[in-house]
């Protein structure tokens, strides 16, 4: 392949000041599919400057994981942020909480699979969503339509967990007569390493039996701020500031994780059937850490 030097900027600005400093020997790195074929073809009009614009990685491999290739290109951003939960006593028309009961089956049955590992009040039903779990430590927002104007709100506050709207349990806010219009995701911050991890039965299709998404913002080898998100172990993506705190002015190095890991989800109470979910919570935890440390 031909040699090629490759610039990350923040910006827009800088992005096009790199463009027009290097003039013709600079290309954008975006998809890449026809780029990389020059390259590796060793064109002579092949760039010698790549300046990759792929901002969000991370949020990319998140929503790569959801469900199969087919779902997903029928799908959108906010069916996956508002979608129900899928216990399978509600699929299955049981009279819990959610179809208009008086009980939380999962609490009391079969609750391995898609329920809380951390509590939970009326339901315990799993938040299933993976891209509000990726789009949190970027400090996403989102956008609502309501008959009294445009409402803006972070997506942490867009899935709080269970609550009673409009007489009916749900994980999110938004009411019957409103609707999700955009999500706004802030420029990603200089120097900084994310990670997006997800356990699941089958390599397509499941949701998760627990996932994690991890924003470190760097300063040389210390961590000055981080965002770290569960997903698949609670009725909300589960943001863990205690590990957050943890983190905080640490140095990214291999023996990090034995230090932190032990110490998250302190909190937990799994149910009679899904300790498991905590454990591999914590495993997912280890690997990021593990991953990014040799990024």
């Known amino acids: 392949m031909k040699k090629f030097s490759v610039y990350r900027p923040t910006t827009i600005e800088e992005a096009t000041g790199l463009l027009s400093r290097h003039g013709g020997e600079a290309a954008v790195y975006a998809g890449g599919t026809d780029l990389l074929v020059r390259l590796k073809n060793r064109l002579v009009q092949a760039p010698a400057y790549l300046v990759d614009i792929k901002k969000y990685p991370m949020l990319v491999k998140a929503i790569g994981m959801i469900s199969s290739p087919e779902l997903r290109n029928a799908s959108t951003i906010g069916g996956d942020l508002l979608q129900e939960v899928w216990c399978q006593y509600l699929r299955g028309g049981y009279s819990c909480w959610r179809n208009g009961g008086h009980i939380c089956y999962g609490a009391i049955g079969d609750n391995s699979y898609y329920h809380s590992a951390m509590g939970g009040r009326l339901c315990y039903a799993v938040y299933p969503g993976d891209a509000a779990t990726a789009l949190i430590p970027f400090d996403a927002s989102a956008k609502l339509a309501t008959p009294t104007g445009v409402v803006t709100l972070s997506v942490e506050h867009l899935v709080p967990g269970d609550l009673i709207v409009d007489g009916r349990i749900q994980s999110h806010v938004v009411r019957s007569n409103e609707i999700l219009t955009e999500v706004v995701i802030p420029p990603p911050a200089a120097n900084s390493r994310t990670s997006f991890e997800k356990l699941r039965p089958r390599g397509v299709w499941d949701f998760a039996m627990a996932s994690l998404a991890v924003n470190l913002h760097m300063?040389?080898?210390?961590?000055?701020?981080?965002?770290?998100?569960?997903?698949?172990?609670?009725?909300?993506?589960?943001?863990?500031?205690?590990?957050?705190?943890?983190?905080?002015?640490?140095?990214?190095?291999p023996n990090l994780a034995n230090d932190v890991v032990p110490k998250a989800l302190a909190n937990a109470a799994p149910l009679k059937y899904n300790a498991m979910k905590i454990e591999m919570a914590k495993g997912l935890l280890a690997s990021a850490l593990d991953t990014l440390t040799r990024a």
Do not use: D, W, Y
């Open 219 to 253: 300063q040389g080898s210390t961590i000055a701020a981080s965002r770290v998100v569960f997903g698949g172990i609670a009725g909300k993506p589960l943001r863990e500031t205690t590990v957050e705190g943890l983190l905080q002015g640490k140095t990214l190095a």
